[in-house]
């Protein structure tokens, strides 16, 4: 299907062959609602397709995403990063000169709009069809990047509903956190009452003014009191024993708040007690989600009072526990590590591998397993975390395998892949030199894990979401990030809803890992507010 903006929506039948099976046709938003009561895949070049469909008030079961899959092709291909725009595309499939993408479009913009180098109206839907097809004969022998593309796709799907939905957010309960941690809004520019009380706290501790917001100023106010400093950064900080340090740690962080999610972004972000970011699928190489403005992967603990359920509503909240780690074990097979992961809502990782490793004898065991398995996946090997990690290695050798053979990879100037097929991206000019090749073999060792851990999720999204409208919407997504979802949703639903959630992990789990002893714990709490989680 294609939408023009102000036109109707264009769409084409095609058959098992993804050929057209029919002319094109004009359909508006209830013809199209009651076309997905037979839940066909709906094919559309991009999210801003959806977009436009949602704002008429039509949702789709399932989709195919042009654009989104032709960036995982093109990067399985050895081309990361080229144009994978519906022109580019297009042009690649007639042997013509690649057009490159146009720059993402402006969140104010019309749904539906599309860039002028496209074809419009039943050309571009015959793009979009000539494309899908060839995408389709593509990932025909590639079961693990199908199902790739279909999260991805499904993801899609999910962050455009998200923003149409909204995170509940409560204004006066902003405001009322912000008084409390700041003082009264400010007229103007000014700072903020407390920021203002430790700027003073600061100058008197130098002896003399100095501006807080400037790391230069700070970094020769202290060199004169004899501290010689690299950076402003607070674990540098925290190491220096001077007066100012306590009042400018405690200015750096309401500073934060006040410039990332004070007023400012109150009265820009949050309207009619919605929370509507703009998400960017697969908008981190590794497949993670990114925001385009408004931080939403960011949300300061100071705030989350804020995000408050309906009257009559209430918030589902539900994170992975330590994600990675288990992922990890079910792509290297280690059986072992999955048995000291533990089946359990409450089942903790590190506390198995503690007794695993140290026979649960050492008080501080469980730092030291997770010292071990963060070694092995970031590549740390400095002091007692190379320690940690031969005894890791000893252990749990498939484990300690799997991210070592990425890691030589990446050192060696190849690419690697998730487990399901997202491409790394390639080795720069330069990367043969020792250091640059270690940092690189730093990179795939914690790419492999990182973006396996975020298709889990997409899969994760994408199952959730068809067993909630199954289940006729007990709650719906209104907020993910990385390992963590929120789901909003009448009072009387939400525990069946919690119940979702975990189901959904476990579904996700064997489509990628089919029969594994790795479960990957995701408890929902019902509340209704985010500070509560």
Sequence with gaps: MHADPGGPFLIQRLDDADAPAGPVNAAGPAQLSLLDDDAPRWVWR?????????????????????ELVERLLVAAAGRFGA??????????????????????????????????????????????????????????????????????SAGGVVAEEMRADGLPWDADVHDDLLTTALGPRPAGYARPRR?????????????????????????????????????????????????????????????????????????TWVHDGRFRPEYVVGGVVSGRWATRGGGALQIPRAVRGAVRADPGNRLVVADAAQLEPRILAAMAGDDALARAGGREPDSDLYAGLAHELFGGSAPDGRAKAKLAVLSAIYGQTSGDAGVHLALLRRRFPAAVDVVEAAARAGEDGRIVRSWLGRTSPPAAPGDEVPARARARGRFTRN???QATAAEWALVLLAELRAALHAAGDPARLVFFQHDEVLLHGPADGAELAAAMVQD???????????????????PGRVVTSYAEK
């Design 46 to 66: 991009s999210p801003r397709t959806y977009r436009a469909l949602l704002a008429a008030g039509v949702r789709v079961t399932r989709a195919h995403d042009v």
């Design 83 to 152: 144009p994978h725009g519906l022109a580019a595309a297009s042009a690649r499939l007639a042997g013509l000169p690649e057009e490159p993408d146009p720059p993402p479009e402006a969140d104010d913009e019309p749904p539906g709009l599309f860039p002028s180098a496209a074809p419009a109206g039943p050309e571009t839907l015959a793009a979009v069809v000539a494309v899908h097809a060839a995408q389709r004969r593509t990932l025909a022998g590639n079961p693990r990047l199908a199902l790739l593309a279909t999260a991805e």
């Design 195 to 267: 920021l203002a009380e430790l700027a003073a706290d600061i100058d008197a501790a130098f002896g003399r003014p100095v501006n807080p917001d400037s790391p230069a100023e700070v970094l020769r106010a202290f060199g004169r009191s004899g501290f010689e400093l690299p950076s402003t950064r607070s674990w540098v900080l925290k190491k220096v024993d001077h007066p100012a340090v306590a009042p400018l740690l405690a200015y750096k962080e309401l500073a934060r708040l006040h410039t990332a999610h004070g007023w400012a972004w109150l009265r």
């Design 447 to 449: 790419f492999v894990v």
């Design 504 to 522: 959904a992990a476990d579904t996700a789990t064997r489509r990628l890992f089919g029969d594994t002893p790795v479960r990957i714990p995701v």
